[in-house]
T-cell receptor, first 112, second 111 residues
């Protein structure tokens, strides 16, 4: 079982650009959540996808959007990048009967 | 609002026991989680409490008091590899929804 996989692992973008991050959930999981983790902080919830719909959203601007595909994989898109968007972006998956969320290794995004 | 508090840093020596506290104030409660995160790596699941009491798992134990909004993670027989950040997280809604994380406690274990 490959677990949760994310790509790319590292990314450098310029202010104002757009970025797409990808996540494949653990086998058997249908729920994907995205988190932003700034250096020295705990992860902050961005949004969660279930059955290809955004089920819940945290306190993030509309520049952050996402998508879930029929195979349960997911994308996180960020438009008009700001320096403050530099962070580790974590994807977590679980199924609705499982209490534990499994995290991927994350994508380290640097905005310059 | 949602608030989870835990100490920023703790230090301990190999072989010792350390207790990391977490207090929470959330709009709802459907479980408390502890995760371990080594620098530059993904968080890994350590424990889950939804009912009051102690859950033991090898060298790690976690305690929950829902009436006090309080949990702790107990690490016994500390090893150097236990040096990491420990994240307390609350699921404030029904199963399958978001986790609200504290800022994490950085534990340094010395010989």
């Amino acid at each position: 079982d490959a677990g949760v996989t994310q790509s790319p692992t590292h990314l450098i973008k310029t202010r104002g650009q757009q970025v797409t991050l990808r996540c494949s959930p653990k086998s058997g999981h249908d729920t994907v959540s995205w988190y932003q983790q700034a250096l020295g902080q705990g992860p902050q919830f961005i949004f969660q996808y279930y059955e290809e719909e955004e089920r819940q959203r945290g306190n993030f601007p509309d520049r952050f959007s996402g998508h879930q595909f029929p195979n349960y994989s997911s994308e996180l898109n960020v438009n008009a990048l700001l320096l403050g968007d530099s962070a580790l972006y974590l994807c977590a998956s679980n199924d609705d009967t499982n209490t534990e969320a499994f995290f991927g290794q994350g994508t380290r995004l640097t905005v310059v | 609002g949602q608030n989870i508090d835990q100490p920023t840093e703790m230090t301990a020596t190999e072989g010792a026991i350390v207790q990391i506290n977490c207090t929470y104030q959330t709009s709802g409660f459907n479980g408390l989680f502890w995760y371990q995160q080594h620098a530059g790596e993904a968080p890994t699941f350590l424990s889950y409490n939804v009912l009051d009491g102690l859950e033991e798992k090898g060298r790690f134990s976690s305690f929950l008091s829902r009436s006090k909004g309080y949990s702790y993670l107990l690490l016994k027989e500390l090893q150097m590899k236990d040096s990491a950040s420990y994240l307390c997280a609350v699921r404030a809604d029904q199963a399958g929804t978001a986790l609200i994380f504290g800022k994490g406690t950085t534990l340094s274990v010395s010989s």
